[in-house]
């Protein structure tokens, strides 16, 4: 498809499990950006890839959470020893810039249930 | 501190009623982004706009419309003759220059009642 896509769309996972959240942005985007939005908290910023590199991980909520993207392309956010509170729905965008103006897209996003 | 007000939790109007979205940014960054999003009932988050803060031109595109003032720290989206599709929550968002930080605000609730 010519959208973002993410995969799983839903993962029920036990406390403890570490769980691999995939995204793959539209071809040619070199802007991919991890976000999750849950009850308690609300839409809250992870992290953001300019090609392969993301400068500043301060945006993830602790050092469980990891993200990679290779190739500039796909990308994984990966969390370790899954707690309850990591409940979420986790989204990724990737973005285009034309004439100089920045349009985001959005994936379906993974809804991530921690038992 | 970085901050995004949206003091609006909910919102109901009727249809063809114009309605306007308040949204006060707090940021210590001379540039920045400002941000809207819509996330209809199917979940699904729509980038509506990106805005530099050097650029305080007001926006429309068909019914919506962006008003972006510095000196009140406010980046206000408004919707003309409301529709039933608009109903949607609504969240606005500032970013810093490198896009690195991000900070949403908790969304505004619109009902468009026919």
């Known amino acids: 498809g010519a959208g973002v896509s993410q995969s799983p769309s839903n993962k029920v996972t036990e406390k403890g499990k570490d769980v691999e959240l995939r995204c793959d942005p539209i071809?040619?985007?070199?802007?991919l950006y991890w976000y999750r939005q849950s009850l308690g908290q609300g839409l809250e910023f992870l992290i953001y890839?300019?090609?392969?590199?993301?400068?500043?991980k301060s945006g993830l909520p602790s050092d469980r959470f990891s993200a990679e993207r290779t190739g500039g392309s796909v990308s994984t956010l990966t969390i370790q020893r899954t707690q309850q509170e990591d409940s979420a729905v986790y989204l990724c965008?990737?973005?285009?810039?034309?004439?100089?103006?920045?349009?985001?897209?959005f994936g379906p996003g993974t809804r991530l249930l921690v038992l | 501190a970085q901050k995004v007000t949206q003091a609006q939790t909910e919102i109901s109007v009727v249809e063809k009623e114009d309605v306007t979205l308040d949204c006060v940014y707090e940021?210590?960054?001379?540039?920045?982004?400002l941000f809207w999003y819509k996330q209809p009932p199917s979940g699904e988050l729509v980038f509506l706009i990106r805005?530099?803060?050097?650029?305080?031109q007001n926006e429309i595109s068909g019914r919506y419309s962006w008003n972006f003032q510095k000196s009140t720290s406010s980046f206000n989206f408004t919707i003309t003759a409301s529709q039933v599709v608009d109903s949607a929550v609504y969240f606005c968002?500032?970013?810093?220059?490198?896009?690195?930080?991000?900070?949403f605000g908790t969304g505004t609730s619109l009902t468009v009642i026919p």
């Open positions: 965008a990737s973005s285009a810039w034309t004439s100089g103006e920045e349009t985001q897209y």
């Open positions: 071809s040619g985007h070199t802007a």
């Open positions: 890839f300019q090609g392969n590199s993301a400068p500043d």
């Open positions: 940021t210590r960054d001379t540039t920045y982004y």
């Open positions: 805005r530099n803060s050097f650029d305080e």
């Open positions: 968002a500032l970013s810093d220059p490198t896009g690195n930080q991000f900070y």
